[in-house]
Nanobody
Framework: QVQLVESGGGLVQVGGSLRLSCAAS????????MGWFRQAPGKEREFVAVINMSGRETYYTHSVKGRFTITRDNDKSTVYLQMNSLKPEDTAVYYCAARRFGMRVSTAANDYNYWGQGTQVTVSS
């Protein structure tokens, strides 16, 4: 079975940093684009960042540009989200997602085939 296991969430103060990890198994990791989405209570699930199959193309939602960095290590079947200069509005459950044959990036949640369980990120002022 395909499994995406997230880690690294937690509580951090405004301006702090956090690094999320998502370890994938049960799939050919290099054949998937990998994305991060987030959802705050009462809000729609929101695209955050995506990296294509090779890791040579990335895309971010405007609100996190310059603060967040998505990377991947295909040898470890792991995708990361480095989050710096965190703001209270970054508070959400963060989800890792995989998109099969993702040569092109996509911001649409329904384009992704597999999802992690989510990890809570709370930014406190």
């Amino acid at each position: 079975q395909v499994q995406l296991v997230e880690s690294g969430g937690g509580l951090v103060q405004v301006g702090g940093s956090l690094r999320l990890s998502c370890a994938a198994s049960g799939l050919t990791f290099s054949a998937y684009a990998m994305g991060w989405f987030r959802q705050a209570p009462g809000k729609e699930r929101e695209f955050v960042a995506v990296i294509n199959m090779s890791g040579r193309e990335t895309y971010y939602t405007h609100s996190v540009k310059g603060r967040f960095t998505i990377t991947r290590d295909n040898d470890k079947s792991t995708v990361y989200l480095q989050m710096n200069s965190l703001k209270p509005e970054d508070t959400a459950v963060y989800y890792c997602a995989a998109r099969r044959f993702g040569m092109r990036v996509s911001t649409a949640a329904n384009d992704y085939n597999y999802w992690g369980q989510g990890t809570q990120v709370t930014v406190s002022s």
